[in-house]
């Protein structure tokens, strides 16, 4: 993506400087502070729950990811998501995007906890460099805990809390990200929460 695109996004005479954790900041260090920053963690609980959501808003959090997901699928190229929040709605789609995405937020907490949610780098991006190091005709093996049984679903969501594990996945999600990411066949079996990947040969 080129980077003047991204510069069209703050007003003339700005500059995105880094904020910390990956993040770019048009703002200067002393007009950074928003309420939302003392709140992402409440933010996350409330706004993320479904009976909030049908009490207050008559909506749910499940209309809300649908949505995200036919946006992403709408088209290609990059795609812009200005007042983001904490991606707790858009984050499963997001992970599985394919294409850029810019979030834009006036929170760098919030903007911080999406990220956190996205993963860092994107599981494809991951896979992607591991199948580089395997040589020519060669196979890479993999092994994920993922988000599939109750109990398991429950550890890891601790686990990634604690800072111990990634955002928690579903098989399907690693599957789908290691075909769009290696060149060659992919194969997954699943016992409980643990899955097995194989890929290859790999060209």
Known sequence: MAATWIHDLVRPGRQLVRAGDGLLSALGPGERDSPYDRHAVLYDHVVGNRLYNRLLWGASPASYTAFAATAVAGAQGPLLDVGCGSAVFTAAAYRTAGRPLVLVDRSLRMLARAAQRLGGPHL????????????????????????????????LGLLHRAGEAAVPRREQELVTAARAALDGPVRSRRKGSMVFLSAGPLT
């Open 124 to 155: 494809a991006a991951v896979l992607r460099v591991l199948g580089g190091q395997v040589a020519a005709g060669g196979s890479l093996y993999v092994t994920s805990l993922v988000a599939e049984t109750a109990i398991g679903s429950r550890g």
